[in-house]
């Protein structure tokens, strides 16, 4: 089983969220359609904007307490490494695991 660290922005250089999961599509979903009240649904963080996937959930919410501890322009360097145009990564994920 995967289990996936995964970092949400409200819009590029906005509010950001980094959390975890065992189905990324399926959460992600929830945040877009802001079906659990919270942090992402108070400020619409729901963008899925970078994400590294792991094999153990040990060291993917390790992984995710460590990138929490971290300064906002290092998230920010974490996600333009991979994706400098902060482009929604979802429906891509989506279509990749739904077919």
Partial sequence: MAYYVY???SKKYDTLYIGVTNDIVRRIHE???KAVPG???RYAVHRLVWFEIYDDPITAITREKEL?????DWKVRLVEEKNPEWIDLYPEIATRVLG
């Fill in 39 to 41: 942090f992402t649904k």
């Fill in 7 to 9: 970092l949400l922005a």
């Fill in 68 to 72: 929490k501890k971290w300064r906002r």
């Fill in 31 to 33: 945040h877009k359609t």
